[in-house]
Nanobody, 115 residues
């Protein structure tokens, strides 16, 4: 089992920045990739950014150039640096980890961007 705990969400004005963190504990070896997803009210959960164990990254078009995903393996922590935030970035952000044994989710952290 892998436990994921997100932190760093909050209320910010448009144009501001936030950094989300996701601390992983448990059977974290052999995690193939980790990512951040988000879900806005009334919408489906969507992939925001993902990083593989080799360091390859992927970003959704809507956040490319504004968000940066990174991981600190020594701290078993995943980050999402979010700059130039927009009201449409408002959502609950979830941390995700993929292993061959399964997929794991955090409880989510709320990000609210005011105009």
């Amino acid at each position: 089992q892998v436990q994921l705990v997100e932190s760093g969400g909050g209320l910010v004005r448009a144009g501001g920045s936030l950094r989300l963190s996701c601390a992983a504990t448990g059977s974290i070896f052999n995690i193939n990739r980790m990512g951040w997803y988000r879900q806005a009210p009334g919408k489906q959960r969507e992939l925001v950014a993902r990083i593989t164990s080799g360091g390859s990254t992927y970003y959704a078009d809507s956040v490319t150039g504004r968000f940066t995903i990174s991981r600190d393996n020594a701290k078993s922590t995943l980050y999402l640096q979010m700059n130039s935030l927009k009201p449409e970035d408002t959502a609950v952000y979830y941390c995700n980890a993929d292993r061959s044994a399964g997929t794991y989710w955090g409880q989510g952290t709320q990000v609210t961007v005011s105009s």
